[in-house]
T-cell receptor, first 113, second 112 residues
């Protein structure tokens, strides 16, 4: 079954404590991306990757890091989380090229206290 | 800065009516347009895509695209309470790489 697996589903942490949200896909997709979703602001892209070892900033990259060492994995790293990073996060994947639909993970609800 | 605009709603329609959701975009060279449905607390899922001017129908859903007016819409016929969700419009950059810009979404409520 085609899947985008995102973990954890819920996470409560404190300011400054490093955390990683994992994303893994089994569809051999080249494109992977991270979004955050906040009420009234919609989906905003944090980082994306077109292939292994290729990553680029999206619209709101500050305070986040990513890596793409393997095709299937694209972790999101918050080195020093702050309360303004409290949000719902989604990983998404797609085949490279035009007109491809995005497959989303189930989301991670992050609360930074 | 590319922009995709949607009325946040909520749009409230009675069961059985036609729901009309609208989206405008700023980048005139955009070529691909998508509608995603997102239930509360869930991830978005693609329901329609459209690439050329005109209408595209899939069951109760019709997507309409007017590139000259930079306008894309989604019609839902015979609306059901199960259609109550947020609908996200996404517009793809031209150039062959998949980097969509999302609108903020329109909340639809279908009441019995």
């Amino acid at each position: 079954e085609a899947q985008v697996t995102q973990n954890p589903r819920y996470l409560i942490t404190v300011t400054g404590k490093k955390l990683t949200v994992t994303c893994s896909q089994n569809m051999n997709h080249e494109y992977m991306s991270w979004y955050r979703q906040d009420p009234g602001l919609g989906l905003r892209q944090i980082y994306y990757s077109m292939n292994v070892e290729v990553t680029d900033k999206g619209d709101v990259p500050e305070g986040y890091k990513v890596s793409r060492k393997e095709k299937r994995n694209f972790p999101l790293i918050l080195e020093s989380p702050s309360p303004n990073q409290t949000s719902l996060y989604f990983c998404a994947t797609a085949n490279a090229g035009s007109n491809e639909k995005l497959f989303f993970g189930s989301g991670t609800q992050l609360s930074v206290l | 800065q590319k922009e995709v605009e949607q009325n946040s709603g909520p749009l409230s329609v009675p069961e059985g009516a036609i729901a009309s959701l609208n989206c405008t975009y700023s980048d005139r060279v955009s070529q691909s347009f998508f509608w995603y449905r997102q239930y509360s607390g869930k991830s978005p899922e693609l329901i329609m895509s459209i690439y050329s001017n005109g209408d595209k129908e899939d069951g109760r859903f019709t997507a309409q695209l007017n590139k000259a007016s930079q306008y894309v819409s989604l019609l839902i016929r015979d609306s059901q309470p199960s259609d109550s969700a947020t609908y996200l419009c996404a517009v793809e950059e031209p150039g062959g790489s998949y980097i969509p810009t999302f609108g903020r979404g329109t909340s639809l409520i279908v009441h019995p």
